[in-house]
């Protein structure tokens, strides 16, 4: 059980807008703790997609977007691809962990 | 172009020790804190804990202390994970990742290393 909590699977059609909830605690994000997001292909190593909240890494996309409020973070993918369906992770840090580097459990995106 | 190369899979025994490497390249690697990560079968990403290899000053997320060791030598590039007694459990692919800086975001991955324990 992480202590970011995303869904399980979010789907969509190609086209339409999912989003992604990651959800922590004062210990976390609420913490001041920024929220960084990746992508996982399925049998590839993650990717860096997200960092610091809200900035997209080289290469990635407009399509994803993402923000952060309070003890949680959203990402965001609009205009959804075939490519996009892939596991989709938050990470951040947290002070009852002694700092330690914290991964939500992961969101499966499905295009329909 | 900063790389991550890990070595290749392992099958061990239950019992058995085992140490993987991952080595970088194309960048100063004693000057940027180096994260080990693991994913179970089907599972997802879990934060094992982070080296910086100019002193090697380490890391282990609760979870992980003391089940694994967490190694570096910068004359080589390489940061090393060890375990000294192999379990079923400890099956899962293991990445490295650059961070950007102590606190930030996993900037580079290395392709993983899967390690089969079964007896």
């Known amino acids: 059980q992480s202590v970011l909590t995303q869904p399980p699977s979010v789907s969509g059609a190609p086209g339409q807008r999912v989003t992604i909830s990651c959800t922590g605690s004062?210990?976390?994000?609420?913490?001041?703790?920024?929220v960084h997001w990746y992508q996982q292909l399925p049998g590839a190593a993650p990717k860096l997609l997200i960092y610091?909240?809200?900035n997209r890494a080289l290469g990635v996309p407009d399509r994803f977007s993402a923000s952060k409020s309070g003890t949680s973070a959203s990402l965001a993918i609009t205009g959804l691809q075939a490519e996009d369906e892939a596991d989709y992770y938050c990470q951040s840090y947290d002070t009852s962990l002694s700092g330690s580097g914290v991964f939500g459990g992961g969101t499966k995106v499905t295009v329909l | 172009e900063v790389q991550l190369v890990q070595s290749g899979a392992e099958v061990k025994k239950p019992g058995e020790s085992l140490k993987i490497s991952c080595k970088g390249s194309d960048y100063s690697f004693a000057n940027y804190w180096i994260a080990w990560v693991r994913q179970m079968p089907g599972k997802g990403l879990e934060w094992m804990g982070v080296i910086y290899p100019d002193d090697s000053d380490t890391r282990y997320g609760p979870a992980f202390q003391g089940q694994v060791t967490i190694s570096a030598d910068k004359s080589v590039s390489t940061t090393y994970l060890h375990w000294s007694s192999l379990k079923a459990s400890d099956t899962a692919i293991y990445y490295c990742a650059r961070l950007v800086h102590s606190g930030g975001w996993c900037v580079s991955w290395g392709q993983g290393t899967l390690v089969t324990v079964s007896s």
């Open positions: 004062s210990s976390n994000i609420g913490a001041g703790y920024d």
């Open positions: 610091d909240n809200i």
